[in-house]
C-alpha cells in the first residue's frame, strides 16, 4: 500500500533496518561505546587481581629503664595506627601516623620496661596489625637468691 503523500527525496534516505547510519558508522558507534566498557572490566578485574603479595606489618620494641622505643615498617601509607603497650600491670596507648613508605618511629618515655613481661600491639586502621611480646624476665628483675 503507498503512502497518499508525495515521497520527499533528499531529506531522509530510505533506509532498511539497519537505521540512520552507515555500516561503518554503526562499528564505529559500537566501538565508540564498547571501549570504555571493556577498559572499566579491565580495570575492575585488575584491582581486584592480588598483585605483587602484601608484606606482612612488623614492630621493632627496644625497651629499656629509660623508656620504649618502637618502630613500625610494612603498614599501608599514612596509615593512622593505634600502639597498645602492657607492662608489668600499667598499659599505654598512642597515635601515630605511618610515612608515605608505611613506616613509624615513637618514643614512649614514660614506660618502664625493665622488669616483668612486655607486649606492644600495633593496630592500623586499614587492618595492618602487628605484634611484639617478651615474656622472659630480665636478669636484675628475678628472684634473688643469697648463699
Known amino acids: 500500500m503507498r503512502s ?8 531522509i534516505p530510505n533506509r532498511t533496518r539497519a537505521g540512520l547510519f552507515s555500516r561503518p558508522m554503526q562499528r564505529t558507534v559500537k566501538l565508540w ?16 587481581a592480588p ?3 602484601q608484606r606482612q606489618a612488623v614492630i ?11 618502630a613500625g615498617r610494612h603498614f599501608l601509607p599514612r ?15 598512642r597515635t ?7 613506616r613509624f618511629a615513637v618514643e614512649l618515655s614514660d614506660a618502664d620496661t625493665s622488669c616483668g613481661q612486655l607486649v606492644v600491639t600495633a593496630s592500623g586502621s586499614r587492618g595492618s596489625t ?13 628472684i634473688v637468691i643469697q648463699p
Open 4 to 11: 497518499s503523500f508525495p515521497q520527499q527525496r533528499g531529506l
Open 33 to 48: 561505546i564498547s571501549t570504555p566498557i571493556a577498559a572499566l572490566a579491565a580495570l575492575s578485574i585488575a584491582v581486584s
Open 51 to 53: 598483585g605483587a603479595p
Open 60 to 70: 621493632s620494641v627496644a625497651a629499656s629503664d629509660v623508656g620504649l622505643s618502637v
Open 79 to 93: 596509615e593512622r595506627v593505634v600502639l597498645r603497650a602492657s607492662f608489668s600491670g600499667k598499659s599505654l596507648a
Open 96 to 102: 601515630v601516623r605511618a610515612s608515605a613508605t608505611g
Open 130 to 142: 602487628a605484634q611484639f611480646r617478651r615474656s622472659r624476665i630480665a636478669a636484675p628483675c628475678g
